[in-house]
């Protein structure tokens, strides 16, 4: 994608070829800044601090973890620190525990002399997976917003909701629940998106609303409650979101308040889709709410909130009276029977198990629907 006609990655290599360079997500939308990380304790901070967010990301990011330990000390125990650490941080999104396996699997058998050069290849290979599986989501949500559109002559643009950012700053580069909104607009058909602000950290607002401008994607970013009242107006076509871990059933594990979304869109008859890879699926659960872990993030993030002044100054202020106690889940679980359908990069299906199985065969010896 691209920033100020540059295009990058929300994820790369720093010009010396090892340290990483990130996009501080915390800063924006009123400043862009790149972050380098140099060794794994950058890493674990950017992860657990939110200067990285989206599974996709996250998993890259401890990808690109394990290796600048490698490049410290390529040990067994070493290797073994990294994964705990990295592991730690954040634990909803599958992703994370994903990606570290995978370079645990890549690492196991090298010997330490080369494991820093596999670990970097790994990442590498790992980062340029996630931009091509969003890529292929992209196409495969694009021609959704295709048929729906033939059933709406004369009726411009098509009006999409999101919740929360899933578009390139939450992956490597395209995004997952964005892709399909990028491929339209780029390809000339009108599109306007519904972008909730997604409290408490506004990431739709803060995001979503930075990345589309960037893009040139029409939209309007609205209070996450006013979704349902835009739906019960005819004024929402179509809800996308993205989505941090999906049980081999279909329930969809995404950002607080995207449960809602789902009760108003069945409510309404919206169609409810949820773009993910399949390295957000966890094959080992088969019901959310019972097994899916849900992070409580700190209370500051919901008592505080920062903006710019009319000086152009970047403050924080409370906004709670000081001796209200806060409760902030991070996530919620949006049941497969609210859900219309999953998109992945090998095609959309009904959010069950068979419908993930009938796109993913190898996997039927996974988790049951029991």
């Not at 559109?149 to 995004?175: F, I, K, Q, S, Y």
Request: glycine fraction near 8%; charge should be negative.
């Amino acid at each position: 994608m691209k920033v100020d006609g540059v295009v990058r990655r929300s994820i790369q290599l720093a010009a010396d070829g090892r340290s990483v360079e990130i996009v501080d997500q915390t800063l924006l939308p009123h400043r862009f800044v790149t972050r380098t990380l140099r060794n794994l304790a950058d890493a674990v901070e950017a992860i657990g601090s939110m200067r990285v967010r989206g599974a996709p990301l996250i998993g890259a990011t401890a990808a690109y973890g394990v290796g600048l330990q490698m490049r410290e000390e390529p040990s067994d125990a070493s290797l073994k620190r990294a994964i705990e650490d990295l592991l730690a941080t954040r634990p909803t999104a599958v992703n994370l525990p994903w990606a570290l396996e995978e370079m645990r699997s890549a690492l196991h058998d090298v010997p330490p002399a080369a494991r820093e050069e596999r670990a970097y290849q790994r990442a590498a290979e790992i980062c340029d997976e996630d931009v091509e599986n969003c890529r292929a989501i992209g196409e495969h949500g694009l021609r959704l917003i295709e048929a729906l559109r033939e059933t709406r002559t004369g009726r411009d643009p098509l009006n999409v909701l999101t919740h929360c950012n899933a578009g390139w700053l939450a992956t490597v580069d395209w995004g997952t629940a964005l892709a399909p909104i990028y491929l339209a607009h780029d390809r000339g058909i009108p599109i306007h998106v519904w972008v909730d602000e997604t409290r408490p950290r506004n990431q739709g607002a803060s995001l979503t609303a930075w990345e589309l401008g960037e893009h040139g994607v029409p939209h309007t970013v609205i209070a996450d409650s006013a979704g349902g009242h835009l739906m019960q107006r005819g004024k929402v076509d179509l809800c996308i979101t993205g989505s941090d871990r999906t049980t081999a059933t279909g329930d969809v594990c995404n950002k607080i308040g995207t449960y809602l979304q789902a009760l108003a869109a069945r409510d309404n008859a919206v169609p409810f889709y949820t773009a993910l890879p399949s390295s957000s699926i966890d094959w080992t659960l088969s019901d959310g709410i019972a097994e899916i872990p849900i992070e409580e993030r700190d209370g500051s993030e919901l008592s505080c909130v920062r903006g710019r002044t009319a000086d152009g100054d970047t403050v924080e202020v409370a906004v709670l009276p000081a001796s209200s106690p806060v409760a902030n889940p991070g996530f919620d679980i949006t049941p497969a029977r609210l859900v219309t359908g999953l998109i992945t990069e090998r095609g959309v299906c009904e959010a069950s198990r068979a419908g993930l199985i009938g796109l993913f065969p190898e996997r039927a010896g996974g988790a049951s629907d029991s």
